[in-house]
């Protein structure tokens, strides 16, 4: 093959449609038309005289030729932007960057709320993009580039990710203003007889940590609400009796208009950390972004 041919953005299409296996998912995030995008395609059929792509019924399935192209056209992408970071500091008062980071909706209250704030002031011409992490895909995402920094649990966290620790979290439980509950430290037994709200991620569940500990005890509750996020929990406590068991920091940033106590029991408690694929973990851009987390989690 003839390397004069090669023009370098036709890779990273190709490294983009490989991880979106869609044309136009693969065309927003590259800020191309579908048709311009379409173009390339073709030029990279014809370069790799391989159809590299075929359609399906749902976006589009990679050739043999294409799975054996993957891995190593990541890697290289990966080298060539390294040799180009090295040589072109971050500056973050001129920076135009878009960092990408998944985690949950409780960290992204937590950490990204106040994380935000402080890129606007260190760094104006950022834009930061926050997704759902998705546990399944989280691998491949971190690999190809769409998601640039991980915020979670170790147990959630891919393997194949650097990682740094960023803090250790606790649980407390939050009520209504006002609710009867709320004058006097919890014991178990108020604990127990009230009605409870649990956030289940997954979705549906009335079961969580808190039961766990009180199964133990020989003691249960009632869970009489079952929450997708931690995103309504704050309206729902306000306007009912129900009390709900959230992340201590959580809590503390919900304190303004909710009570908030220390459950009766020793919950235990979790480990965040963040992580970023190899590829990136000399890139000038992306360590300041880490830094940065570390700082607010410091804080």
């Known amino acids: 093959m003839d390397l004069h041919r090669i023009d370098l953005n036709l890779l990273v299409s190709l490294d983009v449609l490989l991880a979106e296996?869609?044309?136009?998912?693969?065309?927003?995030?590259?800020a191309l038309s579908q048709p311009a995008l379409s173009a390339q395609l073709r030029q990279l059929r014809d370069l790799f005289r391989d159809p590299l792509l075929?359609?399906?019924?749902?976006g589009m399935t990679p050739t043999a030729r294409a799975l054996e192209l993957q891995a190593p056209l990541r890697d290289m992408l990966a080298a060539?932007?390294?040799l180009v970071a090295e040589r072109q500091p971050f500056d973050p008062a001129t920076a135009r960057d878009t960092f990408r980071i998944a985690t949950t909706d409780s960290m992204q209250a937590v950490l990204c709320v106040p994380l935000i704030a402080r890129l606007r002031v260190l760094a104006p011409g950022v834009r930061v993009a926050l997704f759902g992490a998705d546990v399944?895909?989280?691998?491949?995402?971190?690999?190809?580039?769409?998601i640039d920094l991980a915020l979670l649990t170790p147990q959630g966290m891919p393997a194949a990710l650097k990682t740094r620790a960023l803090f250790d979290e606790t649980f407390l439980c939050v009520l209504r203003r006002g609710h009867p509950a709320a004058d006097t430290a919890l014991d178990l037994d108020t604990f127990c007889s009230l009605d409870h709200a649990l956030v289940?991620?997954?979705?549906?569940?009335?079961?969580?940590?808190?039961?766990?500990?009180?199964?133990?005890?020989?003691?249960?509750?009632?869970?009489?609400?079952s929450l997708p996020s931690f995103l309504v929990a704050p309206a729902l406590v306000a306007d009912s009796d129900v009390i709900c068991t959230v992340p201590a920091r959580l809590a503390r940033r919900w304190s303004a208009s909710l009570a908030v106590m220390a459950p009766p029991c020793e919950v235990g408690e979790f480990s965040m950390r963040m992580?970023?694929?190899p590829r990136a973990h000399s890139d000038p851009a992306q360590r300041w972004l880490r830094d940065q987390v570390a700082a607010v989690a410091a804080a």
């Open 54 to 58: 075929l359609p399906a019924s749902r």
């Open 80 to 82: 060539l932007g390294g």
């Open 136 to 146: 399944a895909r989280l691998a491949e995402q971190m690999a190809s580039g769409e």
């Open 275 to 277: 992580g970023w694929h």
């Open 21 to 30: 296996r869609n044309v136009t998912h693969a065309a927003r995030r590259l």
């Open 200 to 225: 289940s991620t997954a979705g549906g569940g009335f079961v969580g940590v808190v039961d766990d500990v009180l199964a133990r005890l020989g003691r249960s509750r009632r869970v009489v609400v």
